[in-house]
């Protein structure tokens, strides 16, 4: 069964540029406050009537380029995202129609912030059981558009952006994919969520006016659960693989919040010299996070043939998880 390698990257963010100091302005905050909690300096803001789609497209086209593939002959197409251009149908749905990709099943990923890690480890599977030669896993988020701008906890933290991966077989035994781990813990639902919008919590004019339908969390528990298990995954990611930390040349995480990342790599006896960090540019951009950073290392030279990555990321449920490439 042959491995899984990524064999093509992109990413985009929009134009505008939110600063910590036009935060200022609008919620009680501070640049200080902003980027010694968090590391964010700057995020990105959807223009008007730019679509989450939209953005997935523009990454894709990127990852595609690289990979040296048409659309027309993805196999499928797999778009994490909280924030699809409607309920119905898929946001995954419209980014098949605008690629042109007529051969390709198409399908979205809800795990928040780990979106694009869940997808990456499902389109994995149909790479090595031989369902398909190309697979399209794209993250993406507009999280403007779900924010409560009165929120100061949460309204400094996120951006709009998008990241794609073209997934294929490996011609090289030795490298690709070596392993992923996924996990949830719903019992945590509490702590990061959007309450609003389902039958759990139905929008009404009053659940409107207490903005139940935008993000809301719970930072103190976020974090002391994200540290413990991003640093449990990778450790199993590991272990799996019978690899020790010092062996580790990349670490392509999740960027939530640098003190996070900081912590996990602490633990993992890790210098931060081997992270590729963005944070201070983009924010908490969710599920697009991944591959952005991805795209990123991949295109200013970092990532070396043989090289091996550790990925990490967590989201809302909570969901999480890590992986394993061998570049």
Same mark, same amino acid.
């Given at each position: 069964?042959?491995?899984?390698?990524?064999?093509?990257?992109?990413?985009?963010?929009? @134009?505008?540029?939110?600063?910590?100091?036009?935060?200022?302005?609008?919620?009680?905050?501070?640049?200080?406050?902003?980027?010694?909690? *968090?590391?964010?300096?700057?995020?990105?803001?959807?223009?008007?009537?730019?679509?989450?789609?939209?953005?997935?497209?523009?990454?894709?086209?990127?990852?595609? @380029?690289?990979?040296? *593939?048409?659309?027309?002959?993805?196999?499928?197409?797999?778009?994490?995202?909280?924030?699809?251009?409607?309920?119905?149908?898929?946001?995954?749905?419209?980014?098949?129609?605008?690629?042109?990709?007529?051969?390709?099943?198409?399908?979205?990923?809800?795990?928040?912030?780990?979106?694009?890690?869940?997808?990456?480890?499902?389109?994995?599977?149909?790479?090595?059981?031989?369902?398909?030669?190309?697979?399209?896993?794209?993250?993406?988020?507009?999280?403007?558009?779900?924010?409560?701008?009165?929120?100061?906890?949460?309204?400094?933290?996120?951006?709009?952006?998008?990241?794609?991966?073209?997934?294929?077989?490996?011609?090289?035994?030795?490298?690709?994919?070596?392993?992923?781990?996924?996990?949830?813990?719903?019992?945590?639902?509490?702590?990061?969520?959007?309450?609003?919008?389902?039958?759990?919590?139905?929008?009404?004019?009053?659940?409107?006016?207490?903005?139940?339908?935008?993000?809301?969390?719970?930072?103190?528990?976020?974090?002391?659960?994200?540290?413990?298990?991003?640093?449990?995954?990778?450790?199993?990611?590991?272990?799996?693989?019978?690899?020790?930390?010092?062996?580790?040349?990349?670490?392509?995480?999740?960027?939530?919040?640098?003190?996070?990342?900081?912590?996990?790599?602490?633990?993992?006896?890790?210098?931060?010299?081997?992270?590729?960090?963005?944070?201070?540019?983009?924010?908490?951009?969710?599920?697009?996070?991944?591959?952005?950073?991805?795209?990123?290392?991949?295109?200013?030279?970092?990532?070396?043939?043989?090289?091996?990555?550790?990925?990490?990321?967590?989201?809302?449920?909570?969901?999480?998880?890590?992986?394993?490439?061998?570049?």
């Amino acid at each position: 069964m042959p491995r899984t390698q990524i064999i093509g990257t992109g990413s985009y963010v929009p @134009e505008k540029v939110v600063t910590n100091a036009d935060l200022e302005k609008i919620v009680e905050t501070s640049d200080q406050w902003i980027s010694e909690r *968090t590391g964010i300096k700057e995020r990105r803001m959807a223009a008007p009537g730019e679509l989450t789609s939209d953005m997935a497209v523009k990454a894709a086209v990127q990852a595609l @380029e690289m990979a040296r *593939t048409r659309p027309e002959d993805l196999d499928a197409i797999i778009v994490g995202t909280v924030t699809p251009d409607m309920p119905m149908p898929s946001c995954a749905a419209f980014v098949q129609h605008k690629l042109g990709a007529k051969k390709a099943f198409a399908f979205d990923v809800s795990a928040a912030c780990a979106g694009s890690l869940y997808g990456m480890s499902i389109a994995d599977q149909y790479v090595r059981n031989g369902n398909a030669k190309r697979v399209l896993v794209i993250g993406v988020e507009l999280l403007t558009s779900i924010l409560n701008w009165e929120d100061r906890n949460t309204c400094v933290l996120f951006g709009d952006a998008a990241g794609a991966m073209v997934l294929g077989p490996s011609s090289d035994g030795e490298r690709g994919i070596l392993s992923t781990h996924l996990h949830t813990d719903g019992s945590q639902w509490p702590i990061l969520l959007i309450q609003a919008g389902g039958p759990h919590t139905p929008i009404t004019p009053e659940v409107l006016a207490k903005k139940l339908n935008k993000v809301s969390m719970n930072g103190r528990e976020v974090f002391k659960f994200a540290v413990r298990a991003l640093t449990d995954a990778v450790k199993e990611a590991l272990d799996a693989n019978q690899l020790a930390p010092a062996q580790v040349d990349h670490v392509i995480a999740h960027q939530a919040n640098v003190r996070i990342i900081d912590a996990v790599l602490e633990r993992l006896d890790l210098s931060r010299d081997k992270v590729w960090l963005n944070i201070h540019r983009y924010g908490n951009t969710s599920s697009a996070s991944l591959p952005m950073t991805l795209d990123e290392a991949n295109r200013a030279g970092r990532l070396k043939e043989g090289d091996v990555i550790a990925m990490m990321a967590i989201g809302a449920g909570m969901a999480w998880g890590s992986a394993l490439v061998r570049w």
